[in-house]
Nanobody
């Protein structure tokens, strides 16, 4: 199994910053893309930012110029630096990884994995 654990959420005022981290652990053979999603109350989960194993990134239009995604492949960790936060950024943020698990000798399984989520609340 592969586990993803997020940290770094919290309550801050508008204009401030937060840095989220997500560590992948377990029987990891390789990790392809890693992404951050968020889900606000009453809304669908949406992609915030993604990064490939090679470092290519993409962002939702609503966060471009404010959020930066990065990763440390040696640590199986992805980060989301969030600056100039707005009340509309309030949501539960989820880490997602497209990973290959080492099931047993010579056997591998590729699938999407999700973290448990971390709450980000921005007050006005």
């Amino acid at each position: 199994q592969v586990q993803l654990v997020e940290s770094g959420g919290g309550l801050v005022q508008a204009g401030q910053s937060l840095r989220l981290s997500c560590v992948a652990s377990g029987s990891i053979f390789s990790i392809n893309a890693m992404c951050w999603y968020r889900q606000a109350p009453g809304k669908q989960r949406e992609l915030v930012a993604g990064i490939t194993s090679g470092g290519s990134t993409n962002y939702a239009d609503s966060v471009k110029g404010r959020f930066t995604i990065s990763r440390d492949n040696a640590k199986n960790t992805v980060y989301l630096q969030m600056n100039s936060l707005k009340p509309e950024d309030t949501a539960v943020y989820y880490c997602n990884a497209d990973a290959v698990e080492r099931v047993s000798f010579g056997r591998y399984s590729r699938r999407d994995y999700w973290g448990q989520g971390t709450q980000v609340t921005i007050s006005s």
